[in-house]
């Protein structure tokens, strides 16, 4: 970079291109897919593993995100000039221990349909590759996933489905995929756990989908 912060000649960017075909089954408010990753090494590090992000697995029970939820204290609720819990905050709380949230990893294969080995830690999935990735390589791996979709109004951060009076829903559908972790010069693999707020960033590529 240069002194202002900008891109300097010797700037690299990682890319990641997704093929993605996906159902959205109403009656179960369950999405389902399948996808293709090629993922681009246009660093000049050599990378014996990548990391996905699963950002629906912050509804998992033994989320971080679910770890440090607490209820607001009496003082709080008193400052706040209530006297009690109000009832969304306790839905929320009890919601969130019965909802059968997070992402089912049903497969991850490489481009000869053998699995690989990979390991999911919460939110973040790493998966090792059968051969280093070189600088200026690309390596293309297919995954399966399915997951829960939670109710807006009651767990939805970002995603859900919203119900209306008339019978129908409405589904607001964010992190849907498995998608790539950012790789970048200052820091590496951006691979922290994720928690619900904050914004994102990822790395830029094609997009084929079906829905």
């Known amino acids: 970079r240069t002194a202002s912060g900008a891109p300097g000649h010797a700037y690299w960017q990682q890319r990641a291109d997704y093929k ?21 090494n246009n660093s000049p590090d050599t990378l014996s593993y990548l990391w996905v992000q699963l950002d629906q697995n912050m509804f998992r029970g033994d989320s971080d995100n ?31 221990r019965s909802f059968a949230g997070g992402i089912d990893i049903q497969s991850v294969t490489g481009s000869d349909g053998r699995a690989l080995p990979h390991t999911i830690n919460k939110t973040m999935m790493r998966i090792d590759l059968p051969q280093p990735l070189k600088p200026g390589q690309r390596t293309s791996f297919n995954v399966t996933w399915n997951f829960n979709i939670p109710e807006m109004n009651v767990l939805g951060r970002r995603m859900g489905f919203e119900r209306f009076k008339d019978g129908n829903d409405i589904y607001e559908i964010a992190q849907w995929f498995p998608r790539m972790a950012a790789y970048y010069d200052m820091a590496g693999w951006q691979n922290a756990q994720y928690l619900g707020d904050g914004e994102f960033t990822l790395e830029f590529g094609d997009y084929d989908v079906q829905i």
């Open 20 to 40: 993605l075909r996906v159902t959205l089954d109403e009656n179960a408010r369950s999405v389902s897919g399948s996808g293709t990753v090629t993922y681009h």
């Open 66 to 96: 679910r770890n440090i939820s607490t209820l607001p204290s009496r003082s709080a609720w008193q400052a706040r000039g209530n006297d009690g819990v109000k009832f969304e905050a306790l839905r929320f709380q009890l919601a969130s």
